[in-house]
């Protein structure tokens, strides 16, 4: 300490107490802004973290969908498959039954898709 002092004063560079008025007054108005400024600046952090957690939520909600679809595309996959296998199929009594499980299948898919997937009632 008593180092800098010595080597301040050789260099004519004022202490503390032997500030002038107007550096002092120019660092209090600067304290003063930089104090004012602080509730925008927070404000502004908080606004950009909402939106990465809204851009956040977005991205799993798409990734959700996305999953969604790859299900849905390999259900009709295998519906595709099914009624290949069933094109050498002669007994007449299959393939009706097999039209009316792919048309119950096809309806609850649609049931679930417009209900978001919630159960009902009629679920049991």
């Known amino acids: ?5 010595v080597l301040a004063t050789s260099l004519g560079i004022p202490m503390a107490g032997q500030l002038p008025d107007d ?11 930089s104090i ?15 939106i990465f957690n809204q851009n956040m939520q977005q991205q799993i909600s798409l990734s959700q969908q996305q999953a969604m679809n790859q299900v849905q595309m390999a259900a009709a996959a295998k519906c ?13 009594t299959s393939i009706d039954q097999m039209g ?22 009629s679920d049991t």
């Open 1 to 5: 300490m008593r180092l800098a002092l």
């Open 23 to 33: 550096i002092v007054q120019a660092i209090a108005i600067s304290n003063a802004k």
């Open 36 to 50: 004012g400024e602080q509730p925008a600046i927070l404000a502004n952090l908080a606004l950009a973290q909402q």
């Open 80 to 92: 595709v498959a099914m009624i290949e296998t069933a094109g050498g199929c002669k007994n007449q």
């Open 100 to 121: 009316k499980d792919l048309e119950k299948i096809a309806g609850e898919m649609e049931r679930l898709f417009k209900d978001g997937g919630k159960k009902t009632s």
